[in-house]
């Protein structure tokens, strides 16, 4: 067996196996270590399945309101069964398809569990054989999970992690979700649209903390009017099972003495994620670590000689896009090709699949009026927007934001349907650096949901035409 290697990967997510065959690409020999199934959470536990798992929500939101559009749909039922089976098959064919990139590439993929035995050495540990491997390069890829809560066991048959919420065996009917984040809002709308009655919960003083404000307020309105309680200001201080089959919850004010206490069937934490830097061996080379997240600079590298991390393990934004991205110019950059300017972290689109969608890159309204940025602001409501209407999806905000001496987009943020495939019209102007001129120039199709980027520009310098 080879145990000499150019480059070895660590983890076999969104960052790791981009990271492989891009070495692969650029000439050097390869390996991949991956102790579970490739493709990492994102493809099997998390972005892929969740959106097979929310197309099913869709659907369901479109057999309820199929009458509005002139159709008279008889009892339909859920087979939540069949639903979950189609996220895992989903999962595990594009887990299978990237086995076959590495071969395609070159790749050696490598099972079983990696840790750092002294600098350019890893041991990789395999059904309780070891076997030692060198390699002028190490990507570690690691990954996250997600964080526990003091006190809660988020494996308890009643409480439940991401994986359980995305297989369940049964339909609760009272469901709370712990964490007012993406993911939180995501797995909200998901179980509202099923059927269930969601009690979401966010120790903020709203949900979407990060999410510039004018658009969380505005998903805060939404998931409200579709039934879904949205507590905020309160952390959950206690949660008991009562009998096998319910839980009950203490929410505790975040101001002061006041408490909330309601019943659930089953809870969802989903409060955070910390990085998986545990048993690499990291205290050995001296890799320093921060707040559970791996330290490295703009282009991956630690301050350990040959030791790199990409993606999720090196900290925020926790997002598959950008531990790809990253993990192609880290690689570039070892090679000595590619750009003379690392990633920039504020032109990272990100993407929340709920309903409605919301989507942003850039700065939000909020961060650039702290920074003194002079702004021009522009908003496009999709009320007036023919195709969102025609949908029946007329709720709903284009928001732009330029500097208003410059012309720079500094930020846009979008809610409503479809607008994650949208956001990246706008994350590639940031990225041509196009101004508010050049945007306002472009000729968006008519009719589509497009139309209201090109309408929030106008709506910027003062020449909205359609509101």
């Known amino acids: 067996m080879n145990t000499r290697y150019d480059l070895m990967v660590v983890g076999g997510g969104p ?7 891009r070495a692969a690409q650029l000439g050097f020999r390869t390996a991949l270590v991956e102790r579970e199934s490739l493709g990492g959470v994102c493809l099997n536990w998390g972005c892929i399945p969740t959106k097979a798992l929310l197309r099913g929500a869709e659907i369901a939101h479109t057999l309820r309101t199929a009458r509005d559009f002139g159709f008279t749909v008889g009892e339909t039922s859920l087979d939540l069964q069949a639903l979950v089976g189609h996220s895992r098959a989903v999962a595990e064919r594009l887990s299978g398809g990237i086995a076959q990139l590495l071969r395609k590439h070159g790749v050696t993929h490598l099972r079983g569990q990696a840790r750092l035995a002294g600098k350019c050495a890893l041991v990789v540990e395999s059904e309780g054989e070891q076997q030692d491997y060198r390699a002028d390069h190490i990507v570690l890829a690691t990954g996250a999970r997600a964080r526990q809560l003091p006190g809660v066991n988020a494996t308890d048959a009643l409480v439940w992690g991401a994986r359980e919420a995305m297989t369940p065996t049964a339909l609760p009917a009272r469901l709370l979700v712990i964490g007012g984040g993406a993911i939180g809002v995501e797995f909200a709308s998901l179980y509202a649209d099923l059927g269930s009655e969601v009690t979401l919960v966010e120790m903020a003083s709203r949900i979407l903390p990060e999410a510039d404000t004018e658009i969380a307020d505005r998903a805060q309105a939404a998931l409200t009017e579709r039934g879904i309680r949205i507590v905020t200001g309160y952390s959950v201080a206690q949660l008991e099972p009562r009998g096998e089959t319910a839980l009950a919850a203490t929410l505790a004010s975040s101001a002061d003495s006041a408490e909330i206490h309601l019943a659930a069937d089953r809870a969802v934490v989903a409060v955070g994620v910390t990085g998986n830097i545990e048993d690499l061996g990291l205290e050995l080379v001296g890799a320093e670590t921060r707040r559970g997240f791996l330290v490295a600079d703009d282009w991956g590298r630690t301050g350990v000689v040959g030791l790199y991390a990409v993606g999720d393990v090196a900290g925020p934004p926790w997002l598959a896009h950008k531990a790809s991205q990253q993990a192609v ?33 850039g700065l939000t309204e909020a961060q650039a009026r702290s920074l003194g940025r002079p702004l021009r602001v522009g908003r496009a409501p999709l009320h007036a927007n023919g195709k969102a209407l025609a949908m029946g999806e007329g709720s709903g905000l284009v928001k732009t934001l330029f500097d208003e001496a410059t012309g720079e987009l500094l930020g846009a943020h979008l809610i409503g349907p479809e607008v994650t495939e949208l956001v990246q019209g706008f994350a590639l102007a940031q990225q041509l650096e196009a101004t508010e001129n050049d945007l306002l120039d472009t000729v968006f199709p008519h009719p589509t949901l497009s139309e209201s980027m090109h309408e929030s520009v106008l709506d910027a310098l003062g020449r909205a035409i359609h509101h």
């Open 329 to 361: 110019q880290c690689v570039e950059h070892i090679a000595g090709v590619g750009r003379s300017q690392p990633l920039q972290m504020s032109r990272i689109p990100a993407c929340i699949y709920s309903r409605p969608q919301i989507a942003s890159v």
């Open 15 to 21: 960052g790791g196996y981009v990271a492989a065959i």
